[in-house]
């Protein structure tokens, strides 16, 4: 479910913020486009697209309180939704996305055409759009972030980077002032959403050169020096405080009255160490938006009238997106397993287990990360004896076995979960899609109703789940209602999330909860939201709760789920070769 708070007032507010990251003041239109903007973008408020939301005036403040801080201006070198709350305001690609229907839409781009042979895409760029310091946004600008910035990936994060299913990235070609030209070697439906990538400022950046000073560091060290083409600019940071963002005087959309956007001269980001201190500022009037927790709505509810605002809930058609989820390393050990299979390592008549992967290191990986870590993504062949397992091997084996993953799916009984962590504002989920999207598995037919006909289904049932276990070979030896590896030892990993998560945090703990149930012992341990980030880029984790930002696009998510992928954390040694039969029928689904 979809909670949100605002103030009366503000009717406008958290769909035209998602559109242009403003909330409607009063003071008087404009009704005029700024000097040379030929191609405006019109929002047209209180029409089919946006029927809840008016027009409104020009000036005022706007002002919101968060708990997390910007770690980086780059918005292709940082795509954690936390860094993207603040680069989405600065910055902007050809295409973006209704926040509420998913569908596809003109940005920087006005217009575009595929060609017959569905290899070529055209854009036409809006004429007379300007960056924030006045300088003219031209196709050059295109050209230098795809050729220069996206194509170079020591720089760049490689979740914007078009790739085609033969490996291959589109070509692209200036064929005027504002037209560019994309070519690709082979038809691809969801290659024109990838062109949502942020463009950056070319008059700005142009003079680096790759392998020389990283031009984030050395440009925009001075918040005065980044220039961008949102609704917003940043003017401020003081960290452990607040971010001030002031508007962009050339943002190239307007209201269908003529005002230009955004509407508020100021947007203030209160930087607060909890969701409690976020809570007490909008409930004192110092923020006007809230993003509230389940615990947050009874107190809500009840002082509403009395402060003045306003409690919506949505459902999951309302273009909810985002799930959570728990994920298990199966790269833990130094000797992995059989890469063909997800079933354990078979072993033969002299009690061997055979592993097969070559050495393998995550290009994620930092520089500097000890070689320590290096031993977790694998050795070369080996064969020990069932003796010679050490802990880790045993449970990269037990993560890698279907049956322990569908006994922990049995094990955990989710409307209990939704019902004592997120008082029942949330729902099941049986599918990476999200549910608003018309992918979605548990939809009958494309775009269809939900009726979970053609999802496979995980019921809450502990007998199913320890028969599973059994299977496996693990049971409670010494009657401690713990079970064990077939050593003796016990069979327990930890379980890590973000801290100051109050719902991560109780999910983890019904997790742990659920798991004792059918004598699985977790370790549970919240920790720092960048340190998470950290341990799930370097493998150095056994299993974690997280939560990943959906949308309409499946593709989207092409870069968790690939076995090639930059996201695909818990099992990264597949993109050299150590892949399950379901991975790559996965690649195959995603080609």
Same mark, same amino acid.
């Given at each position: ?14 769909i035209?913020a ?41 000036g ?37 996305? @209704? ?25 036409h ?21 795809? @050729? ?6 020591? #720089? ?40 949502d ?25 001075? #918040? ?6 949102g609704p ?8 452990g ?47 006007y ?6 615990v ?5 509810? @009840? ?65 500097n ?23 880790? %091997? ?6 890698? %076995? ?9 094990? #955990? ?7 004592s962590v ?21 939809? %009958? ?32 030896t ?76 499946? @593709? ?32 195959? #689904?995603?080609?």
């Amino acid at each position: 479910m979809e909670m949100r708070c605002h103030r009366r007032g503000f009717c406008a507010a958290f769909i035209l913020a998602a559109l242009t990251g403003l909330i409607p003041v009063p003071i008087e239109a404009s009704g005029q486009y700024y000097e040379g903007l030929r191609d405006p973008k019109i929002v047209g408020l209180g029409g089919e697209d946006y029927p809840e939301l008016e027009p409104g005036v020009r000036g005022g403040t706007f002002y919101m309180a968060v708990t997390y801080e910007p770690q980086s201006w780059n918005p292709l070198a940082d795509e954690s939704s936390a860094n993207t709350f603040y680069t989405s305001q600065v910055f902007r690609g050809l295409v973006g996305t @209704n926040p509420r229907s998913g569908m596809l839409v003109c940005e920087l781009a006005k217009s575009w055409e595929i060609g017959l042979d569905n290899r070529t895409i055209t854009f036409h760029l809006r004429a007379g759009v300007k960056w924030s310091d006045g300088t003219p946004f031209t196709a050059e600008d295109v050209i230098f972030t795809y @050729n220069k910035l996206l194509l170079y990936e020591e #720089l760049s994060g490689s979740g914007y980077l078009p790739v085609l299913p033969d490996g291959t990235h589109p070509t692209l070609h200036i064929v005027g002032r504002y037209t560019i030209a994309v070519t690709f070697s082979q038809p691809y439906r969801p290659l024109l959403a990838a062109f949502d990538f942020p463009i950056l400022p070319a008059h700005r950046l142009a003079y680096w050169v790759p392998g020389e000073e990283d031009p984030w560091q050395a440009t925009y060290a001075d #918040l005065g020096e980044i220039c961008g083409l949102g609704p917003y600019i940043p003017h401020e940071y003081v960290p452990g405080s607040h971010v001030i963002m002031i508007r962009n005087p050339h943002y190239y959309v307007y209201d269908q009255n003529g005002t230009q956007l955004p509407y508020c001269d100021r947007y203030v980001i209160a930087l607060v160490p909890d969701a409690d201190t976020a809570l007490l500022m909008f409930k004192n009037g110092e923020s006007y938006v809230l993003d509230p927790r389940p615990v947050d709505i009874p107190i809500l509810n @009840n002082e509403a009238d009395v402060r003045g605002f306003t409690l919506y809930i949505g459902g999951v058609e309302d273009g909810v997106w985002g799930t959570e989820f728990i994920a298990f390393n199966q790269d833990l050990a130094a000797s992995q397993t059989d890469p063909t299979s997800s079933e354990p390592s078979e072993q033969d008549t002299t009690g061997d287990v055979h592993h097969s992967c070559p050495p393998y290191t995550p290009p994620h990986c930092p520089a500097n990360v000890p070689s320590r870590l290096l031993d977790c993504w694998g050795f070369s062949a080996v064969s020990l004896k069932e003796n010679q397992l050490s802990y880790t %091997d045993r449970l990269q084996i037990l993560f890698r %076995d279907l049956r322990f993953r569908q006994a922990v799916a049995h094990a #955990l009984d989710k409307q209990s979960i939704i019902d004592s962590v997120y008082s029942g504002l949330a729902v099941p989920i049986w599918s990476p899609v999200d549910m608003a999207s018309p992918f979605y598995a548990g939809r %009958d037919g494309y775009g269809g109703p939900i009726t979970e006909a053609d999802a496979v289904l995980y019921h809450y049932d502990l007998e199913r789940a320890g028969e599973l276990l059994d299977e496996i070979g693990i049971v409670d030896t010494d009657g401690d209602g713990f079970r064990e590896f077939s050593d003796g030892t016990p069979v327990e990993f930890e379980l890590i999330t973000n801290a100051e998560n109050p719902l991560r945090e109780g999910l983890c703990r019904a997790i742990k909860e659920g798991l004792a149930k059918i004598g699985i012992q977790v370790n549970f341990n919240p920790v720092a939201f960048y340190t998470l980030v950290s341990k799930l880029l370097e493998g150095e984790y056994e299993a974690a709760v997280l939560g990943l930002s959906g949308g309409f696009e499946p @593709n989207g998510a092409a870069d968790v789920y690939c076995s090639t992928g930059g996201l695909h954390f818990w099992h990264y040694s597949a993109v050299e070769g150590d892949v399950f039969e379901y991975e790559k029928r996965i690649d195959e #689904l995603f080609g």
